[in-house]
């Protein structure tokens, strides 16, 4: 497995809080993306970044903020969270070219009450 | 708009009857074509990729794919399904010259009957 962790797994937070998730890459990877996973929708985009500081929308950006100062971490913040970003987050990375297929690390359950 | 569609959202089979999960594309241009997999509780895992040449591609675990670009098709096939098949199987698509516009179709949950 493609050494990627993710932090928390799991996290229950309420409604309006801040929230920031951590993905951390061993590979040196230079692409890492943010999903999210519901029922009946599959993975859906968030936001990406294609190197350090560097980053981009994705399909479902609203309400999330991504930040990467290192190669290594990417981090997914919801600025305030709402109960329809309960979901499933997961972490991708992919290498050196662009259509290399992605690596995806563990996931994180997010509940927001 | 760019999209993948797997139509069958749910599929029951018995052990050791032959698989065949649908997956259709709209992309223009060269894509790039993926198999995921997601057994319970654990993360995405690559099946197989096809990114050129030969249309028929073999994965791990005895899956296979074929890409047919008249049809806009790349389905999923095994001829013999085992229990531990049991999982979320995902078809994804990108535009060749694109990392970050990988477009995942809504899944197909299989359920092999021992």
């Known amino acids: 497995d493609a050494g990627i962790t993710q932090s928390p797994r799991h996290k229950v937070t309420e409604t309006g809080t801040p929230v920031t998730l951590r993905c951390h890459q061993t590979?040196?990877?230079?692409?890492m993306y943010w999903y999210r996973q519901d029922p009946g929708h599959g993975l859906r985009l968030i936001h990406y970044s294609y190197g350090v500081k560097d980053t981009d929308k994705g399909e479902v950006s609203d309400g999330y903020s991504v930040s990467r100062s290192k190669t290594e971490d990417f981090l997914l913040t919801l600025e305030s969270a709402t109960s329809s970003q309960t979901s499933v987050y997961f972490c991708?990375?992919?290498?050196?070219?662009?259509?290399?297929?992605?690596?995806f690390g563990p996931g994180t359950r997010l509940t927001v009450t | 708009a760019q999209s993948v569609s797997q139509h069958n959202h749910h599929v029951i089979l018995s052990e050791a009857a032959s698989l065949e999960l649908g997956c259709n594309y709209s992309y223009g241009g060269t894509v790039n074509l993926f198999w995921y997999v997601q057994y319970p509780g654990q993360h995405l895992q690559l099946l197989l990729k096809?990114?050129?040449?030969?249309?028929l591609v073999k994965g791990i675990k005895g899956f296979e794919a074929e890409f047919i670009k008249s049809k806009f098709s790349f389905n999923l096939r095994k001829p013999s399904v085992q229990w531990s098949d049991t999982a979320e199987y995902f078809c994804?698509?990108?535009?060749?010259?694109?990392?970050?516009?990988?477009?995942f179709g809504s899944g197909t949950r299989l359920s092999i009957r021992p």
């Open positions: 994804a698509a990108s535009r060749y010259s694109s990392a970050s516009k990988i477009i």
């Open positions: 096809y990114f050129s040449g030969d249309p």
């Open positions: 991708a990375i992919s290498g050196r070219d662009e259509k290399y297929e992605q690596y």
């Open positions: 590979e040196n990877h230079r692409y």
